[in-house]
């Protein structure tokens, strides 16, 4: 968000798998020990969809990433929610599977990610993007899961609408996608 909002920043990798995110310096910004997290000129907020509420009423731009009228900002929510709930428990959860070697059922996650990519498709069959005919914050937080779903064994293969979503966010002027993770053989 930062990058399409065109904001100076600075990313600071944390190795997770030696608990750096459980140290108290990094708990202190995110008290869940939860990434991303960010510290701006000493406004510090944890939690993905805050912060991008946070930038987009922060840094206003002449492009409404987050619309005002009820049922926009209501649509825009659903997916925030979406983002949180169903995106976290499918795709992200079967991504922190195959990457990570999480304790997580496999098989549910990805089961979980076919039934939300199948509401998506649909969706997505009728609208260019999750909330309506322009990108939102909610696109931009259902974006880098569903993209690197393949990681998590998750094909996308069958969604034709959702790949072609993912080029339309990529195609976006300073866009800056997430880099792929390479995976074990056999994944």
Known sequence: MMALLD??????????????????SFLAM??????????DNGVTLCDSNA????????????????????????????????????IAHGPSAARLVTVF??????ERAKAAAHRLFAVMEQTLKVRDFLAGSAITIADVAGYSY????????????????IRAWLKRIESQERFVGMARTPLPEGV
Do not use: C
């Not at 987009?56 to 009228?69: A, G, H, I, Q």
């Open 7 to 24: 904001l100076p920043y600075q990313t600071i990798d944390l190795d997770m798998a030696n608990g750096a995110h459980k140290a108290s």
């Open 30 to 39: 995110s008290p869940f020990g939860q990434v991303p997290a960010i510290d």
């Open 51 to 86: 912060i991008l509420i946070y930038l987009v009423k922060s840094y206003p731009t002449n492009y409404d990433w987050l619309p005002d009228t009820p049922e926009a900002a209501a649509e825009v929510q659903r997916w925030l929610s979406v983002a949180a709930g169903e």
């Open 101 to 106: 070697n999480a304790p997580l059922d496999h």
């Open 146 to 161: 569903i993209a690197h779903a393949p990681e998590g064994g998750v094909s996308l293969d069958g969604y034709p609408s």
